[in-house]
């Protein structure tokens, strides 16, 4: 667990994320015992490691709040939540005091045959910047370094290292030039692809203080 201006961050394996200050956010949880109950559940989009209803059932209550894709919230269909709200890139949420902007997350160079990248622009997959106690926290989805991250604005980065279907070391430490956070936590290793190597390589190269946090 990392703390940072009141505001504490839980890495969960792979792009699993648990945030917590006056709202327990989760962001992608997918390896991951039942846990304390969510105030707000983000999932980026509707791959088996990052939309996982086994383990969402686990952490959702009558008063969460889940946003997510069109394709996910159908996959969704019956949990019980206060609100499953459907949104595409770009969108700005308000839950009580904590901001959620949708961005998108998307492959250039990552591609599952010739021309099909793993995780298409048109697709409309989402990467979140969520605002809490004033503490601007970006977590990237599966993407490339793409041109939107250009001036985000962020404290905090958390970015997928391990290639294959997302950044490699190198690719993210290319992203943070363009984002330029104050801190960047790496992820997307360790349970699929890519290892803890990935994030030490990440920490090398980053030309900004890099959190490798461990699997709570």
């Not at 327990?24 to 390896?31: F, G, L, Q, R």
């Not at 503490?135 to 993407?143: E, P, S």
Request: with cysteine; aromatic share 6%.
């Amino acid at each position: 667990m990392f703390e940072y201006h009141g505001v504490k961050i839980s890495w969960l394996g792979h792009d699993g994320f648990r945030i917590k200050n006056s709202k327990t956010v989760y962001i992608d949880p997918y390896v991951m015992e039942a846990g304390e109950k969510a105030g707000i559940i983000l999932m980026s989009h509707e791959h088996f490691d990052h939309c996982s209803p086994g383990i969402i059932k686990k952490i959702v209550t009558p008063n969460t709040t889940i946003i997510t894709t069109a394709l996910v919230k159908r996959q969704l269909s019956g949990m019980k939540a206060k609100e499953i709200r459907a949104v595409k890139p770009g969108e700005k949420i308000l839950v009580d005091d904590v901001s959620v902007e949708t961005v998108p997350a998307y492959n250039l160079n990552k591609f599952r045959s010739p021309g099909q990248p793993f995780h298409s622009k048109q697709e409309e997959m989402l990467g979140f910047i969520v605002t809490i106690n004033d503490v601007r926290i970006y977590h990237a989805g599966d993407t490339d370094s793409i041109p939107e991250m250009e001036g985000m604005n962020v404290d905090i980065a958390c970015l997928p290292v391990s290639g294959t279907y997302v950044m490699t070391a190198e690719e993210a430490a290319e992203a943070v030039s363009r984002i330029k956070p104050k801190i960047a936590i790496p992820m997307h290793y360790g349970s699929i692809v890519g290892d803890k190597n990935d994030a030490e390589r990440f920490k090398k190269l980053a030309a900004c203080q890099v959190v490798i946090l461990e699997k709570e």
